[in-house]
């Protein structure tokens, strides 16, 4: 049997840690949730290895979705800078894992996924672990979810082409937006923030991590 509570201190150890993430918040949030409740049954025994995990095969025209390494995550996380003041809208759930530590770190979490199969998962992962301060709504992801706007952060849980001006739209004043732009080892981890209704953004790193679905750039055509 093996003892995932070991697994998960050596994951903060020796994947977070060691990547500049020096957050106690973010740090503590890793330590808590057990991320083998929210990986599928056949990949318990690599909840904590130092990779992408596949959460749903790619059927029926939609891409595989996969729950972010850990180490890019933590580092996308801390560069939020979010407190349990914060109401954050975390953009493809998945199965709920970045939802969840998101609730350890911030005040409310709304909670967007697109598959609803995903978000049946998410709703029953979050309650089990009894989650309270984090609803799952389904929804484009392009699209946000207006109805529970503004908010103090916004995460998205992949890398995408382009930001639609709609997620923007919902930041409230002061608010953080998380994305990863691009795609392949030249995407860049990027923080755009909303101070007096004008909008900037900072580039923080490279990240080479998986795509959101419903960012890409409508293809053009050529004459």
Do not use: W
Not at 29 to 45: C, G, I, N, W, Y
Not at 90 to 98: I, R
Not at 200 to 219: D, H, Q
């Amino acid at each position: 049997m093996m003892d995932f509570e070991a697994a998960r201190v050596k994951m903060v150890e020796n994947q977070i840690r060691t990547t500049d993430v020096t957050s106690h918040s973010v740090l503590s949030a890793f330590f808590t949730v057990p991320r083998e409740d929210f990986v599928p049954e056949k990949s318990k025994l690599l909840a904590y290895i130092d990779c992408d995990i596949e959460i749903a095969p790619a059927a029926a025209g939609k891409p595989a979705r996969f729950l972010m390494e850990a180490s890019p995550l933590a580092k996308l996380l801390q560069l939020g800078v979010i407190t349990k003041e914060d109401k954050v809208l975390d953009v493809g759930c998945g199965t709920g894992y970045v939802s969840a530590v998101l609730s350890q770190v911030a005040d409310k979490v709304i909670a967007l996924e697109s598959d609803e199969d995903l978000a049946a998962q998410a709703k029953t992962n979050l309650a089990a672990h009894g989650y309270e301060n984090v609803t799952v709504v389904a929804g484009d992801l392009e699209k946000g979810h207006a109805g529970s706007a503004p908010y103090d952060v916004i995460f998205l849980n992949g890398s995408i082409e382009q930001l639609p001006q709609a997620l923007l739209e919902q930041l409230g004043e002061d608010g953080r937006l998380i994305a990863v732009l691009g795609y392949g080892h030249a995407a860049r981890a990027t923080v755009f923030m909303r101070e007096r209704g004008a909008f900037s953004e900072n580039v923080f790193f490279n990240a080479s991590i998986k795509p959101l679905p419903g960012f890409a750039k409508a293809k053009e055509f050529v004459f």
